[in-house]
């Protein structure tokens, strides 16, 4: 039975949000970075944050803290984000994975000590690191499975298995917008355990009529007094680097994370982005912290609600197991032999069917639940992420200088905006922009048929 957990690169801790409820308690954290490390010490005092998850190998071997019944963690993602290097591997970051395994291999062997069976095993990441050409997460699984080597494949792919000889570990991709938020947020999640543990029990699930689509919402509604327009039924993946970054990455174009409050153009709220996670209202809004210390603690993090459904399938395993009954065929007709009784499953990214009852490996859960931007909406949001007129046209400028299509709503709203610019400010950007670059976002508000069809800026 599984009691207690040990965080790694803990964040703000959406592990602690998701499993407390289910019982669950946490030994210890491991987080470095100044503002989590902060929210950590506001909401969970009690616990010690070990700080560099490199020193607790040698901890756990001291027995100077306690090895957990499970271990979680998400090793930085940059190594493997289409927004990073894609270095995998080569990047000190992504090695950090590796120093992952050897935290869970020491903590089985002060396990071993104690007469206690093996931990599992909860990892989460970005879908990229499927594509990493370091093999990255091939080395992850196969040492988590105690495969003699490392498995590689011409495509890793997005529901898989190992049963190895030390453990079976299992993965899925799933889409945070079938839990309960409305974010497209597709993430990895990697569960193992030793050979008495079913992963495959916790992320796969029975399959029983048609997968839910995402539902149409309106786009325009009123709230606690105010009119809201919103660009689509759910957002993109909200980023770390929103707070900075926000005016030249894809979502300034598609508005997936803008709002229009009132005819005023915005950006979500450190509030707004906590529910968009779901976290608690306020729940990184410290004393002193800075609205980039939050957008950038948030956009890190997990899902909250599909690290609970995780959570709580961990937690029930001999349930989901009950639920699974029938699987074994799967494993017959997919397996891929590795050595000895070491098998590797390729279950691709969708349904499949086999001795006639079908199985779900995609990124939609049996049972979803949906929320629509609507829900996340706060009214109260600070002036200053309101975008300014010259903020709007500069948006303009930019897609037109790259090319890059503007949603026509937001295109709309943008020039809308952007004509609230006084003539004086109009005059003296048209002056200094190299080559008249400007001057074509003037004539665009002008009304120029470019600028009418709201699409090719």
């Given at each position: 039975?599984?009691?207690?957990?040990?965080?790694?690169?803990?964040?703000?801790?959406?592990?602690?949000?998701?499993?407390?409820?289910?019982?669950?308690?946490?030994?210890?954290?491991?987080?470095?970075?100044?503002?989590?490390?902060?929210?950590?010490?506001?909401?969970?005092?009690?616990?010690?944050?070990?700080?560099?998850?490199?020193?607790?190998?040698?901890?756990?071997?001291?027995?100077?803290?306690?090895?957990?019944?499970?271990?979680?963690?998400?090793?930085?993602?940059?190594?493997?984000?289409?927004?990073?290097?894609?270095?995998?591997?080569?990047?000190?970051?992504?090695?950090?994975?590796?120093?992952?395994?050897?935290?869970?291999?020491?903590?089985?062997?002060?396990?071993?000590?104690?007469?206690?069976?093996?931990?599992?095993?909860?990892?989460?990441?970005?879908?990229?690191?499927?594509?990493?050409?370091?093999?990255?997460?091939?080395?992850?699984?196969?040492?988590?499975?105690?495969?003699?080597?490392?498995?590689?494949?011409?495509?890793?792919?997005?529901?898989?298995?190992?049963?190895?000889?030390?453990?079976?570990?299992?993965?899925r991709v799933l889409d945070a917008k079938y839990f309960g938020l409305p974010q497209q947020r597709r993430r990895l999640y990697v569960v193992a355990g030793d050979r008495e543990f079913h992963p495959e029990a916790v992320l796969f699930e029975r399959h029983q009529g048609e997968l839910a689509t995402f539902p149409s919402a309106p786009l325009t509604f009123e709230k606690d007094g105010h009119a809201f327009e919103v660009f689509r039924a759910y957002a993109d993946c909200l980023y770390s680097a929103y707070g900075t970054k926000w005016n030249g990455n894809a979502a300034a174009y598609n508005g997936s994370l803008f709002v229009k409050q009132d005819g005023r153009l915005r950006r979500l709220s450190p509030l707004e982005c906590e529910r968009l996670m779901g976290f608690p209202d306020g729940y990184t809004s410290l004393e002193r912290a800075t609205r980039t210390n939050r957008y950038q603690a948030i956009g890190n993090s997990w899902a909250v609600p599909v690290v609970r459904w995780i959570g709580e399938r961990i937690v029930d395993v001999a349930g989901c197991s009950a639920a699974l009954e029938g699987f074994e065929e799967v494993l017959q007709s997919y397996a891929r032999k590795v050595s000895g009784d070491e098998a590797f499953f390729d279950f691709g990214d969708g349904i499949f069917e086999v001795g006639g009852r079908s199985w779900n490996c995609s990124e939609v859960p049996e049972r979803c639940v949906f929320r629509t931007m609507e829900d996340i909406i706060a009214a109260d949001a600070p002036e200053s992420i309101y975008i300014s007129p010259v903020g709007c046209a500069g948006i303009l400028r930019r897609s037109e200088e790259r090319r890059i299509a503007v949603q026509p709503r937001l295109a709309r709203a943008l020039r809308d905006i952007a004509a609230q610019m006084p003539a004086h400010e109009i005059e003296r950007r048209s002056r200094v922009q190299h080559r008249g670059r400007f001057s074509r976002s003037v004539e665009m508000l002008a009304g120029s048929p470019a600028a009418s069809s709201g699409v090719a800026i």
């Open positions: 039975m599984i009691r207690t957990v040990g965080s790694i690169c803990s964040g703000i801790e959406a592990a602690s949000v998701a499993w407390q409820p289910l019982g669950l308690l946490f030994q210890w954290f491991s987080e470095i970075a100044p503002f989590p490390a902060r929210v950590l010490r506001e909401h969970y005092p009690e616990t010690p944050n070990l700080g560099d998850m490199n020193e607790i190998p040698a901890l756990l071997e001291a027995g100077k803290v306690v090895a957990p019944d499970m271990i979680c963690g998400g090793t930085p993602c940059q190594a493997f984000s289409l927004a990073g290097w894609q270095n995998g591997l080569h990047d000190e970051r992504g090695n950090l994975t590796l120093k992952f395994v050897d935290i869970i291999e020491a903590n089985d062997r002060a396990r071993a000590r104690a007469g206690q069976p093996p931990c599992v095993v909860f990892w989460e990441n970005v879908e990229g690191v499927l594509k990493d050409k370091t093999n990255a997460f091939g080395c992850l699984v196969s040492s988590l499975a105690g495969l003699d080597g490392v498995l590689e494949t011409k495509r890793w792919p997005n529901a898989g298995m190992i049963a190895g000889r030390r453990r079976n570990v299992a993965w």
